[in-house]
């Protein structure tokens, strides 16, 4: 079998009908106003961006499913079902987080604002899908609870606190992807370029034969964030709403379990990882000075843009950044 031409088919046809789809859904929310609320609270130069469609994730999430379940089925077909197990299972908890955004962001059209489901609301339907997420994965990869700790080669038996910190990767890495989606075009490549991670571990995963489930995870997330880029890039003609960057989310960690180096996802996804330890920094530290700010706003993107960072700025900063982490994961971090 040829695993590049798979890749690539897979790859083509996701941005294919990611692009596709997008040109018919922009025009339709639109029409239906399902326009993007800011807060007043933002920075004051987002409010020209009140009204922009969201929810166009739905247009990866479509070409993520269908290209997905096929490629799942040609796999099983060629290596076996079990083989593309994890993969289904990682997708299905992708699925289950944008079905999750898109409650939310239906909420915040329907109360014409920014705030859609409490945190807690959200939380509680996160920590549903990622429990039944590691539940399915210990059926299909048998149980475990042996951590291995990247880049020292260790493993390390946590009993039942493994599944504690599980749960809370699992939750942690979804809303951190949710948090990143801030600026025109910031989640789609940070995400693109964590899809050529997936795709060059499963092509480098030392086994006999390429990883046919990270190969497809690449290929959606590579074909998916590309072809949403062509609408979502400054200036951004539809965001991807919490109904994507759930989505994304699920995915993005799943595959750091699908690897099973769970713990990489704080490398190869570190600026998710620091847009949400900027909040946490942020609300401390204003907690414990009574009303101090550590940053000019956060999460950290909105500080860099009251730094003057300019938005493209602030992407090509991030992008590159999570390069180079993945590189180190890529080189150092696979087991």
């Known amino acids: 079998m040829n695993y590049k031409i798979v890749f690539i088919l897979a790859l083509v046809l996701t941005f294919g009908i990611t692009v596709a789809v997008s040109k018919k859904l922009i025009p339709f929310l639109k029409s239906k106003k399902m326009g993007q ?9 987002h409010k020209s ?11 990866f999430i479509i070409a993520a499913v269908v290209v997905g379940l096929a490629g799942s089925v040609y796999f099983a077909l060629t290596d076996g079902l079990r083989s593309t197990l994890p993969f289904i299972m990682t997708l299905a908890l992708g699925v289950a987080g944008g079905l999750i955004g898109c409650i939310d962001d239906s909420a915040k059209l329907r109360k014409a604002q920014n705030e859609g489901l409490t945190a807690g609301q959200k939380y509680l339907l996160q920590f549903i899908a990622a429990a039944l997420y590691l539940v399915g994965m210990t059926l299909v990869c048998g149980p475990s609870t042996t951590l291995y700790i990247p880049f020292v080669g260790v493993q390390w038996d946590l009993g039942i606190f493994y599944y504690v910190l599980a749960m809370l990767l699992l939750t942690g890495v979804i809303n951190s992807v949710n948090l990143t989606d801030g ?10 370029l964590v899809g050529v991670f997936f795709a060059a571990a499963g092509f480098l995963n030392g086994m006999a ?13 590579i074909g998916g964030c590309g072809g949403f880029l062509v609408y979502n890039f400054y200036p951004a003609r539809v965001f991807m709403g919490d109904t994507g960057s759930l989505f994304l989310g699920g995915l993005v960690v799943g595959g750091a379990f699908m690897m ?3 713990l990489l996802v704080v490398i190869f996804g570190i600026w998710y990882i620091v847009e949400t330890v900027s909040v946490i920094l942020q609300v401390g530290y204003f907690k414990l000075t009574h009303g101090k700010r550590l940053f000019k706003m956060a999460p950290i993107h909105h500080h860099f843009e009251k730094c003057g960072f300019s938005e493209v700025k602030v992407v090509c900063m991030a992008s590159i950044i999570t390069l180079i982490a993945c590189v180190i994961s890529l080189l150092w971090g696979i087991r």
């Open 37 to 45: 609320k800011i807060l007043d609270i933002g920075p004051r130069w």
């Open 183 to 192: 600026l025109d075009g910031l989640a789609s490549s940070v995400t693109l």
């Open 209 to 221: 034969e390429p990883d046919s489930g990270l190969l497809l995870l690449g290929a959606i997330l």
């Open 260 to 262: 099973d180096n769970p």
């Open 49 to 59: 961006k009140e009204g922009t469609p969201t929810m166009g994730g739905f247009a």
